[in-house]
């Protein structure tokens, strides 16, 4: 079955930086249009970025310039890099595919100082 594992998520002062991983299994990973979203509390989730089988990418107009996403195809992994983290980043954040609509667990972040 598809299983969808971040790691990398932590406590970080503002300014700081984390990289996310999202390590799929059970898929056609090569085909798949991965994301991240994330949820603050008492927020709805939203989507922070996107990028296709391709390596087409988009992004929250809040995040462009500080997050970017990539993908390793050998590995089976989405990554997002973390930037200029500011508090209001602070969320669970959770990888997902558009590949049979699939979530991760999710990974917590918090930008404190």
């Known amino acids: 079955q598809v299983q969808l594992v971040e790691s990398g998520g932590g406590l970080v002062q503002p300014g700081g930086s984390l990289r996310l991983s999202c390590a799929a299994s059970?898929?056609?990973?090569?085909?798949?249009?991965m994301g991240w979203y994330r949820q603050a509390p008492g927020k709805q989730r939203e989507l922070v970025a996107t990028i296709t089988g391709r390596g087409d990418t988009n992004y929250a107009d809040s995040v462009k310039g500080r997050f970017t996403i990539s993908r390793d195809n050998a590995r089976k992994t989405v990554y997002l890099q973390m930037n200029s983290l500011k508090p209001e980043d602070t969320a669970v954040y959770y990888c997902?595919?558009?590949?049979?609509?699939?979530w991760g667990q999710g990974t917590q972040v918090t930008v404190s100082s």
């Open positions: 059970g898929m056609i990973f090569t085909i798949a249009d």
């Open positions: 997902r595919t558009w590949l049979g609509n699939y």
